[in-house]
């Protein structure tokens, strides 16, 4: 093979980290390195509960794959199948075209989706917590929901705005919830009247919350999450979700217009276009990472079943950026022996552990089977975040947030995104829409006659 084809799908953890691993061993010119992703950033996903909370700037966890890579040809848009017999995968471009894209050696990393439940209302009404844009929309909602809230005279709507609840008791439900509870605080500085009604729900069918984190540290997480006020309920999942309300399975319907949808993924569909076993969707591949029978094709991160060689109790490593980034320095290493027709190695790692940052100075950590609380897993979580965000400028970019938020407290302006509508200075002219509908001061004195009568006279 004169110049072999190494493309890559996906820009995540496994994705970029295969590309840096592969820059570095490959010497310029020796093969053509392509990237598919829909987006020209890494996401660091473990510090989007910051985002959320507007601790962190959305910018500071995307790490620009141009300032990563320097080999790396983009070839932007999503992929949409993966034709093993010609080598091929199809690409749906950003303009919506379909195009050919040849390999002779492939690194699947696609991750994975919110998985979606057969619960009524649940997809049209639900708030994701996984991508950049859902982080950013859900602050805006939330920060919304509370200004609404505050102007309305009516209970059962400020009831309902400022109730929130979120689905999942793994590290991004509890992360989610805690920070966004305390921008609920800091916004409540604004609103004295709603203090008393605002309510955080943590729900999960399962009995206890960040099993990883073994049963004292569990137990450690709960009471640190009911102290600062959130309600957290367990063996309990959601049956239905309206507009305006969500029925729990024990029977109990919640007022509530915001709910947060963190249990579970489900990997990319991506992965079945192989025609290859899957175990639950992630694609299964051998301990070297490629596909078995297809030595030419591997998969890595959130969307591959990756035998576990180091822990006899489970199966399959399990999905997360820990484990995609070190899948990733051995399928590059692989990629390059099987080029080379030299065996290829056979992925082990031993976990690490897990940092869970509650916001404020709450966090907690297990680390090498460590268990830390109050500072010392704060600076230990803060500390592996510094570490393993990829980017220099990055870093520095979240360390000045962290410092910036130290010295002057929160920032509580909501940016509009969740506003109805195409968000664009073209369409923001709703006066001349009013008056376009003939609206006029007797339209006015109608909806305040509405008011006085449901109200009474202020
Ligand atoms: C809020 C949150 C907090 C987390 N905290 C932690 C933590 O503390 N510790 C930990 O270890 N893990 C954590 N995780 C899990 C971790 O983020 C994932 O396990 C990790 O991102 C998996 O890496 P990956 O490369 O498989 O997928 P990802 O990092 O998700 O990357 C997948 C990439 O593929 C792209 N892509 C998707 N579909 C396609 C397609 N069809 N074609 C081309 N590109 C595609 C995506 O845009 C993305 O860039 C957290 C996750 C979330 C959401």
Redesign the pocket.
Known sequence: MSRPRIVV???????LHTLRHLERRIPNGAADIAL????DY??Y??L??QVASGLLTPQSVAMSVHRLTRKTRLVP????GVDTRDRTVVVRRPTGELAPCRYDRLVL????LTREFDIPGLTQHAYG??TLAEAVLLRDHVLAQLELANDSRDPVEREERCRFIVVGGG??GV??AASLMRLCEEAAKRYPELRSVIRWHLVDIAPKVLPELGDRLGRKALDLLRGLGIEVKLKVSVREVTADKVVLTDGRALPCRTLIW?AGVSP?P?METLGKPTQRGRLEVGADLAVPGQPDVFA????AAVPNLSHADSAYCP??????TRQAATVAQNVVNSVLGRPLKEFRHKDMG???DLSGKDALARIMQFDLSGLPALAATRGYHMLSVPSPTARARIAANWGIRAFTGGEVSRMGFADEGRPSSFVANETVDYLDQKASRTEGARLLDNERERYGED
């Not at 598919?36 to 987006?39: D, G, K, Q």
């Not at 990393?109 to 994975?112: E, K, L, N, S, V």
């Open positions: 799908v996906g820009a995540g953890f496994g994705g598919i992703a829909p987006n890494m996401l996903s473990p989007l509960p848009g999503h992929a949409v990393a696609p991750g994975a917590a996984k590290y991004t992360e989610t963190t990319s991506l890595i991160g959130d969307a999905p997360t950026a820990q484990y995609a897990l940092v869970v």
